[in-house]
């Protein structure tokens, strides 16, 4: 049983475009992130939901719109894409904070 | 906010051998310290976490080592394995000045292991 599951696991699109991609746990947890991991392979946290409200937005562009309908599902919308944001995405949940975050296979979104 | 500096970025070794990756970290309020393994094309497995009221943790052949006046951790792997080699990273968190708990990472370790 996959703990944390992404889809699309690949996404190209044009810029311009608005894409979402979807993210579901269920390990139970009440708290789920967006990472974004970029072709060095640097991770840096976008957004952190506990218990379906927003915790943490690190100065992401309001392009960006996480939306989290329940615990076990943290969605992300992109509006507008642009070149920049190719990158993988990864989400990841936890129980409670400051605790072992566990991470989804990722989403390779590339615009072109 | 916190920092974490890792290194090296690149480390080659060979088959047996031990692999030492080091972190420091800026945030002396910082209390939780992962270490997460990448495989090519997978997300970020977590293979051994730490916390500061502990200055050693082992998992057979993995272990990790917190010094919490210096700031900084460490990640053995003992008697490495080609299945070993991939992208490694360690992470520091706490919720200084009350904030959220929130996960800095550092830049990555790409171990190589040679059969």
């Known amino acids: 049983d996959t703990a944390v599951s992404q889809t699309p696991k690949y996404l190209v699109t044009q810029m311009g475009n608005d894409k979402s991609i979807k993210c579901e746990q269920n390990?139970?947890?009440?708290?789920m992130y967006w990472y974004k991991q970029d072709s060095k392979k640097f991770l840096k946290i976008m957004f952190s939901?506990?218990?379906?409200?927003?915790?943490i937005n690190e100065t992401v562009p309001n392009r960006f719109s996480p939306k989290s309908p329940d615990k076990a599902h943290l969605n992300l919308h992109i509006n507008s894409l642009e070149l920049g944001d190719s990158a993988v995405y990864f989400c990841?949940?936890?129980?409670?904070?400051?605790?072992?975050?566990?991470f989804g296979p990722g989403t390779r979104l590339t615009v072109t | 906010g916190e920092n974490v500096e890792q290194h090296p970025s690149t480390l080659s070794v060979q088959e047996g051998d031990s692999a030492v990756i080091k972190c420091t970290y800026s945030?002396?309020?910082?209390?939780?310290f992962p270490w997460y393994k990448q495989e090519l094309g997978k997300g970020p497995q977590l293979i051994i976490d730490?916390?500061?009221?502990?200055g050693e943790k082992k998992d057979q052949r993995i272990a990790v080592t917190l010094n919490k006046t210096a700031k900084h951790f460490s990640l053995h792997i003992t008697e490495t394995q080609p299945e070993d080699s991939a992208v490694y990273f360690c992470?520091?968190?706490?919720?200084?000045?009350?904030?959220?708990?929130?996960?800095?990472f550092g830049k990555g370790t790409l171990l190589t292991v040679n059969p």
């Open positions: 990841a949940s936890s129980h409670g904070q400051g605790t072992e975050q566990y």
């Open positions: 390990l139970g947890h009440d708290t």
């Open positions: 939901y506990n218990n379906k409200e927003l915790i």
């Open positions: 945030d002396s309020a910082s209390n939780y």
């Open positions: 730490i916390r500061s009221n502990v």
């Open positions: 992470a520091a968190s706490g919720n200084s000045g009350g904030s959220n708990y929130k996960l800095t």
